[in-house]
């Protein structure tokens, strides 16, 4: 699916029709943006903050936090040091690119946070319950693993397998994001909202497909988002 918006730099896939619908209501927008992935580029992060300031009439962009980003290099066999050093440089990084791309697309500047600062509040709280019931769920708990599994893969030599117990350990950022998959429109108190990321895994889509035991809460969709160039 092109969306009319720049549609020359943007690709964008909803998850099912409802998801269209919901994007089509131009409401709200939910960006997730990993420090560390070499996809988030200043360059691709001002092409989507542009885009995503015209396509709909808020824009929240959602950054994973310490936490989530020392648990993704410790699941790759990094010592601790060297996963909080990392991490923490990554998080440093990314914050200038995301501080240029607001200034890029001027005011009102979307507004950014990480995932720790609403970890407390009860929307929050009440996805993440709903999302550990599916975590727990012989129907969904594996679909999780093997896609936390191939994301772990995505930077390591090809002959890289991750441990069980490496898994687990990657299971942190997968558990933290899946709130803001399935009910960030409660989270963020708004009507109706999409959220983003750069592409579609099957544990993601598992949510907004027909006949699943667990599906998102009302009003929420799920996209993917690239930047063609």
């Known amino acids: 699916m092109n969306h009319p918006v720049e549609d020359a730099l943007v690709d964008v896939e909803p998850c099912s029709a409802r998801c269209a619908r919901?994007?089509?209501g131009r409401e709200h927008i939910t960006l997730l943006v990993s420090p560390g992935n070499p996809y988030f580029s200043a360059a691709r992060l001002t092409a989507t903050f542009r885009?995503?300031?015209?396509?709909?009439?808020?824009v929240d962009v959602l950054?994973?936090?310490?936490e989530m980003t020392v648990?993704?290099?410790?699941?790759?066999?990094?010592?601790?040091?060297?996963?909080y050093r990392r991490a923490r440089a990554d998080i440093s990084q990314m914050a200038a690119r995301i501080r240029r791309a607001c200034e890029s697309v001027g005011r009102p500047y979307p507004r950014v946070s990480e995932f720790a600062e609403w970890a407390d509040t009860a929307e929050y709280r009440r996805g993440l319950a709903y999302a550990r019931r599916a975590m727990a769920d012989p129907d969904y708990?594996?679909?999780l693993r093997a896609g936390t599994r191939a994301a772990l893969r995505a930077?390591?030599?090809a002959s890289w397998?991750?441990?069980p117990q490496q898994?687990?350990?990657?299971?942190?950022?997968?558990?933290?994001t899946l709130p803001f998959i399935i009910n960030a429109v409660g989270i963020l108190d708004v009507a109706e909202t999409v959220t983003a990321y750069s592409r579609l895994t099957p544990d993601t889509r598992y949510f907004f497909t027909e006949g699943a035991k667990f599906r998102a809460f009302p009003g929420q969709g799920y996209i993917g988002l690239r930047i063609r160039k």
């Open 71 to 83: 648990a993704t290099y410790l699941a790759r066999g990094r010592p601790d040091q060297h996963a």
């Open 141 to 143: 708990g594996p679909l």
């Open 155 to 157: 930077k390591m030599p």
């Open 51 to 58: 885009w995503a300031v015209r396509a709909v009439k808020r």
């Open 167 to 176: 898994i687990d350990l990657g299971l942190v950022h997968s558990e933290k």
């Open 63 to 66: 950054v994973s936090d310490l």
């Open 161 to 163: 397998e991750p441990t």
């Open 22 to 24: 919901i994007l089509t």
